[in-house]
């Protein structure tokens, strides 16, 4: 595993980051961070907020339910958006960053479409670049706020994934490349609806795609289009465990094992998600 310090820039001056020794990366303002020893940086602003991101159980729970190919479908939408802009493009090697990447699955199986692509494996949680970072070891990991000034440079994003995590229209828009592509994925109401009834998960407010596009659009990324994937899967017990201890849900309440213990037999679950594709609003549409 190493770090590729093109992408970086230091979180606290915004100066370009270079390796320094083996271990440490610093910039010309003298700031230093070391790269632990699973092989990512931590690069967070002065007096980050104790925002963690999502635990080990959660993360676990999550890569359970991915390996199961419970969401290939979304996996294979968004490659299908990225191999479409690579080929559009011509690029020879692209530079992906997967902004909140959790266990790194979505980028684990994009790299096997386009393996001479870069990637960047960014969350907040350390637990989910180290876990992100086994999958790909390739990639360049980044413990860093999503909600703050981004410490990668202007510019240097040629898809950037966002995939159910936070979104930050300013920044997204500042790190990607004029000609470069954003994928976001939002679920709809209809996504996992049968265990919301249940009380297992928290609702999706309606519109939310709508309202995403509208807020990148005040950052200058416009939306150039949206695929739908909806399906549903048969879900036993345990696999209903995973979709409500995976997400946020995990820390509101109930979680599905208290709430759905007795319903033993396989449900029919929902998936439903939009796959939206942004471009800065001068770049010229292909
Ligand atoms: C619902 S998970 C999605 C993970 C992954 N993209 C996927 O779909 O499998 C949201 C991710 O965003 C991360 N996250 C939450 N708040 C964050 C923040 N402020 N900055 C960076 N990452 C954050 C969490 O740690 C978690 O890995």
Same mark, same amino acid.
């Given at each position: 595993m190493s770090i590729d310090s093109t992408w970086l820039r230091c979180p606290n001056c915004f100066l370009d980051l270079a390796e320094v020794d083996g271990r440490v990366f610093g910039c010309a303002a003298g700031h230093r961070y070391d790269r632990a020893k699973q092989g990512y940086l931590t690069l967070l602003p002065p007096k980050a907020p104790r925002t963690v991101g999502d635990d080990r159980e959660m993360l676990q729970a999550r890569s359970a339910l991915l390996d199961g190919g419970a969401y290939a479908r979304i996996a294979a939408a968004i490659t299908d958006a990225v191999v479409e802009q690579h080929t559009l493009g011509g690029r020879s090697a692209l530079r992906i960053a997967d902004l909140?990447? !959790?266990? !790194?699955h979505y980028s684990t199986v994009l790299s096997q479409a386009v393996p001479e692509a870069d990637f960047l494996l960014a969350d907040r949680s350390p637990d989910a670049v180290r876990m992100s970072l086994r999958a790909l070891p390739s990639a360049t990991g980044v413990v860093l706020d999503l909600w703050r000034p981004l410490p990668l440079r202007d510019g240097v994003v040629d898809v950037a994934l966002n995939v159910f995590a936070p979104r930050n229209g300013v920044e997204f828009a500042r790190v990607l490349d004029s000609s470069g592509l954003l994928i976001v994925v939002v679920p709809t109401t209809a996504h996992l609806q049968e265990l919301r009834l249940t009380g297992a998960l928290l609702d999706v407010p309606a519109g939310k795609s709508d309202r995403v596009a509208e807020q990148l659009s005040e950052s200058g990324l416009v939306l150039r289009s949206t695929t739908s994937v909806e399906y549903t899967f048969s879900a036993d017990a345990a696999t209903r465990n995973l979709l409500a201890n995976m997400g946020p849900s995990a820390h509101h309440g109930d979680s599905l094992s208290s709430t759905? *213990?007795? *319903?033993v037999e396989p449900v029919d679950v929902t998936v439903s998600v939009e796959v939206l594709s942004f471009e800065h609003s001068t770049a010229v549409p292909a």
């Open positions: 909140g990447c !959790g266990t !790194g759905d *213990a007795r *319903a």
